[in-house]
């Protein structure tokens, strides 16, 4: 059974950093491109990061620049180093394939930045 366990969130200031970590089990992490995906209040949850097998990065506009997304594959844990928060960065934070399909989500860490 695949199991995702986001971790690292809080509360932070705007401007401030934080760094989040995903350990995946039950799968061949190395196999798959993953993604991190935030789900602002009242919005639906969106993919803003990613990063492949080989470790190519994508990023969404919004925070390209800010975020890191990175990968541990013989620890099967994915980071994302996030700086120069905003509170639009604000939301619940969850990891995920990105592929043509999904795992079961994991419970997301909460991440609140304050103005």
């Known amino acids: 059974q695949v199991r995702l366990v986001e971790s690292g969130g809080g509360v932070v200031q705007a401007g401030g950093s934080l760094r989040l970590s995903c350990a995946a089990s039950?799968?061949?992490?190395?196999?798959?491109?993953m993604g991190w995906y935030r789900q602002a209040p009242g919005k639906q949850r969106d993919l803003f990061a990613s990063?492949?097998?080989?470790?190519?990065?994508n990023y969404a506009g919004s925070v390209k620049g800010r975020f890191t997304i990175s990968r541990d594959n013989a620890k099967n844990t994915l980071y994302l180093q996030m700086n120069s928060l905003k509170p639009d960065d604000t939301g619940v934070y969850y990891c995920n394939v990105d592929e043509d399909f999904l795992f079961e989500w994991g419970q997301g860490t909460q991440v609140t930045v304050s103005s």
């Open positions: 990063i492949t097998t080989g470790g190519s990065t």
């Open positions: 039950g799968m061949d992490f190395n196999s798959y491109a």
